[in-house]
């Protein structure tokens, strides 16, 4: 959604993990609510990840087999605890953020979107595992969501110059996600690359 739906530049700046997976927070999409009922663990995603931008390799991080993380790098690249939990929508799958988790996931100050984003709603990373093995992220693209919404082909509203809300009941939201998919992603733009991390070689006695 481009997770972008906040405005923090300087965390980008970080070159931390949670800064590259939800970079963009500054011109973000949110979701009035989560599309499915119940969040799920991906059981693909347990395991040390680590994200390559612009050629060198930036944070790793462990993801338990609940999809929890114990070392994601949150504010001032301190470790934080974070659950990776989302929901499958056909051939794509998504992780599902609050307003609070997205805030400690990108580092940002307390009360940085909790106190911009309305109650309830919730941000959506779009991820799609390769043939390598790894996966490809993609955030959602607010300049596309909102000329959607001024031409009446999404539900929703602008909250600020750089946010848009999409609105609706869950089985809605889904739809749109299935449907129309491309009025929110751009996924033939580079994707954030995540690789499976590689165990530390050990030398033979």
Request: hydrophobic share 40%; with cysteine.
């Amino acid at each position: 959604m481009n997770l972008s739906p906040l405005s923090f530049p300087r965390a980008a700046l970080r070159l931390s993990l949670a800064a590259l997976i939800l970079a963009g927070l500054s011109a973000c999409v949110a979701f009035e609510r989560a599309p499915v009922a119940e969040l799920r663990c991906d059981p693909d995603l347990a395991g040390a990840w680590t994200v390559k931008a612009g050629g060198n390799v930036h944070k790793t991080v462990h993801v338990d087999a609940r999809c929890r993380s114990d070392d994601w790098p949150g504010l001032g690249d301190k470790p934080t605890t974070l659950e990776l939990t989302g929901f499958v929508l056909g051939q794509d799958r998504y992780l599902v953020f609050t307003p609070e988790q997205a805030q400690r996931a990108i580092g940002a100050d307390a009360g940085s979107l909790t106190g911009t984003a309305p109650k309830g709603s919730v941000f959506l990373v779009l991820y799609r595992f390769n043939a390598q093995g790894g996966l490809e992220a993609w955030l959602p693209d607010s300049q596309r969501a909102l000329d959607a919404i001024a031409r009446g082909e999404l539900a929703g509203r602008k909250l600020d110059d750089r946010y848009a809300l999409l609105q609706g009941e869950p089985e809605q939201l889904r739809d749109t996600l299935s449907q129309r998919l491309n009025l929110l992603y751009d996924t033939d733009r580079k994707a954030m690359v995540f690789e499976r991390a590689k165990a530390a070689r050990q030398d033979s006695p």
